[in-house]
């Protein structure tokens, strides 16, 4: 492939253009062989995928394009990680449940159900930072580097964040099987090693 990434960095549209025309069979190619078969996406949400591939390489002021080292991967698998990433979390949002989470917790059927199991989702054992960076991560379907540049942090930081935070839930969850309404006091949460 014969691209020209300096003009693209510096936003020339031609050589943008010859490089969305060099890579978008590979592009293509990549997202189908994420999708499982006999769930082969449409038309419009191939599109949709193959365009949020290239709107990734261009968020943040080019930093995909601009961090791309010819020394480490050819173009070829550069582009190809990239649209699998991309195909990845795409599955990802569309098998998990993306309603806030307030809608999510009154999604039980009977009122007598709700009083008895409670809140599925007991915010209320979490920071504010970690309510922030689940609601980001899960709700929001962003992804780590976003987040972490979003609120001007290391992305390790959002790992972290989120890891403690999951921690904490599966403690709550240990301790209150059946929702029984604990506090964060009751929770005790252990240091990973």
Not at 57 to 71: E, F, Q
Not at 90 to 116: F, I, N
Not at 155 to 165: D, E, F, L
Request: hydrophobic share 40%; net charge neutral; with cysteine.
């Amino acid at each position: 492939m014969d691209v020209d990434f300096e003009a693209c960095i510096n936003g020339d549209a031609e050589a943008w253009r010859a490089f969305c025309d060099q890579t978008v069979r590979l592009v293509v190619a990549s997202i189908r062989r994420v999708i499982p078969s006999g769930n082969t996406p449409s038309g419009d949400e191939l599109d949709d995928l193959v365009q949020s591939v290239y709107i990734k390489l261009l968020r943040n002021d080019r930093r995909l394009l601009r961090n791309y080292d010819p020394a480490r991967a050819g173009i070829s698998t550069w582009i190809t990680l990239i649209a699998r990433s991309v195909a990845i979390d795409a599955l990802r949002r569309k098998k998990l449940d993306l309603r806030p989470l307030d809608e999510a917790a009154g999604a039980v059927s009977s009122p007598q159900m709700q009083a008895s199991v409670g809140p599925l989702v007991p915010t209320h054992i979490l920071t504010s930072r970690q309510k922030l960076v689940l609601t980001m991560l899960f709700e929001d379907g962003m992804d780590i580097a976003d987040v972490a540049i979003v609120l001007d942090v290391n992305p390790q930081t959002i790992r972290s964040t989120k890891h403690k935070a999951i921690d904490r839930l599966r403690a709550y969850f240990r301790a209150h099987p059946f929702g029984d309404g604990g506090t964060p006091d009751d929770v005790e949460i252990k240091d990973r090693p």
